[in-house]
């Protein structure tokens, strides 16, 4: 049974609030600028509204989610530091004497009564709303970009990352006391996960027996992320990596093991859509949904601003009906053309035909639309097989029995022309110099809110990582905004 009680239970220290947590605390702030009923309407059908034990309100269990993602700390430490941190208790509307939950309700949140709600869009698209509101958003751009995050296990064997985080806990410890080296038991030297889930289990033991060196804060929250593995392993009884994580592609050269989330912002720095897939997924293939999604939060959108990724023929095409720039440069294949073997064939201008390296000119040419193919048309030059078969470069060049010899160039589409007339002009060049931000914004995801690893295994705690991670962001975004124009 949940109520809508939002505001804290009446107590007569309530007014303590007002003397420690100042105007300008950003959970303050944060608090007197976002209504947060919309979880309650938006959650309320996961409950039973009139049986059953009170439970904790939905909108405080949302709040607590909110406070891990700006702060990057565990289940566990959001509720210990809301035992005693007046501002986490002012934001969760609680009574400065009252009880917190268990750390375990925060699991069960997650699992129970976020699935299927759509929060990553419900989130995005009330921070949206409030900043259209407050006259934040004034820009027509949203600039598009991709940001990888890892795996929470990687692609390192389940022994090994347990190694690493007993690791950090053992050296957490002995900055504060070297001597515990010789009470912790000797390390695993099985292959076997059971062992080495033992062993964490020996130190999480010993560490949790020195109360002066495990309630120190730089051990406890190593010491938590420990035991939150171990449980992880231990209840799943899953040794593998991540089931739902896929490797995918920084660069030609470099991959990562884990997820992408596909961003949309605007040019104030927003985040106006959102969507969160496994690894291998291609960057372009999601423009068009990013721009509908933006358009619902209530964006108007004149230019879309993004890499060579975003620069395929139907983003073009969809940007063209709609209206918008697409400041998107085309890959350098399409640019230049895409012919193999270009230093063997030489263009005749004259002839208007193709000559090969032994001097022999094309006999015909023909037209290849490749209907059907989401590829642009070429013109194949076709070459005499007889002088093929006896010639002395025929070596990788003629296959032996075929019965044709060709040499093909794509041909441009109307489309690509038009774009690569729009990337020679100086607007685009000004445009595209304002990339950046969201480059910025991504590092600042990554290194400022703990977007570069996911906290936990599967699509679904990804996409709630994400969610809330993108919501605390464009809130933090939105006070920097108003109270600059204070």
Not at 49 to 57: F, I, M, S
Not at 333 to 342: A, L
């Amino acid at each position: 049974m949940i109520s809508f009680q939002e505001s804290f239970t009446l107590s007569p220290y309530s007014a303590i609030y007002d003397l420690v947590v100042p105007k300008d605390n950003m959970l303050r702030q944060i608090k007197e600028l976002v209504d947060f009923s919309f979880i309650f309407e938006e959650l309320k059908t996961k409950y039973c509204l009139d049986n059953g034990r009170k439970a904790v309100p939905p909108i405080r269990m949302f709040k607590y989610l909110l406070l891990k993602a700006i702060h990057e700390l565990s289940d566990v430490d959001v509720v210990e530091r809301s035992k005693y941190d007046m501002s986490f208790k002012y934001f969760l509307d609680m009574a400065p004497e009252e009880d917190v939950i268990d750390p375990s309700s925060l699991t069960k949140f997650r699992r129970l009564r976020l699935k299927d709600v759509g929060l990553i869009d419900l989130l995005i698209g009330k921070t949206v709303e409030i900043a259209i509101e407050k006259e934040i958003i004034k820009s027509k751009t949203i600039i598009v970009d991709a940001t990888h995050t890892k795996a929470r296990y990687n692609q390192k064997s389940p022994k090994e990352f347990l190694q690493e985080k007993s690791k950090n806990v053992r050296k957490a410890v002995y900055q504060i006391d070297e001597s515990m080296k010789e009470k912790f038991p000797p390390k695993s030297t099985s292959n076997e996960v059971e062992d080495e889930l033992d062993y964490c289990r020996q130190v999480i033991s010993v560490v949790e027996s020195e109360p002066k060196v495990s309630e120190i804060p730089a051990v406890k929250e190593k010491l938590n992320v420990l035991k939150e593995v171990v449980e992880d392993y231990t209840e799943q009884l899953s040794y593998s990596a991540d089931p739902d994580a896929r490797v995918g592609h920084k660069t030609a050269d470099s991959s990562f093991f884990g997820y992408k989330t596909h961003l949309a912002m605007s040019d104030e720095r927003i985040i106006t859509a959102a969507v969160v897939t496994t690894g291998e997924k291609s960057d372009g293939k999601y423009l068009q949904e990013l721009i509908k999604k933006s358009m619902a939060t209530g964006m108007e959108i004149e230019t879309v601003i993004g890499d060579t990724a975003y620069s395929e023929k139907e983003n073009i095409l969809y940007s063209k009906e709609h209206d918008m720039e697409l400041v998107s440069k085309l890959h350098p294949n399409v640019t230049h053309g895409r012919r193999t073997k270009e230093d063997e064939f030489q263009f005749n201008k004259d002839a208007g035909m193709y000559v090969c390296k032994a001097g022999h000119m094309a006999i015909r040419k023909k037209y290849d639309g490749r209907k059907g193919q989401d590829k642009n048309a070429r013109l194949k030059y076709l070459f005499d097989i007889e002088k093929c078969k006896v010639c002395p470069f025929r070596d990788g060049c003629y296959q032996e029995g075929a019965k044709t010899k060709s040499y093909s160039i794509t041909i441009k589409s109307t489309e690509h022309q038009e774009q690569e007339a729009f990337q020679d002009t100086e607007r685009f060049k000004t445009l595209a110099k304002t990339r950046y931000k969201i480059e910025a914004k991504n590092s600042e995801l990554k290194h400022g809110h703990g977007y570069e690893t996911a906290t936990s295994s599967g699509l679904f705690g990804m996409e709630i990582q994400g969610a809330t991670t993108i919501f605390a962001v464009n809130l933090k975004r939105i006070i920097k905004l108003l109270n600059e124009k204070k």
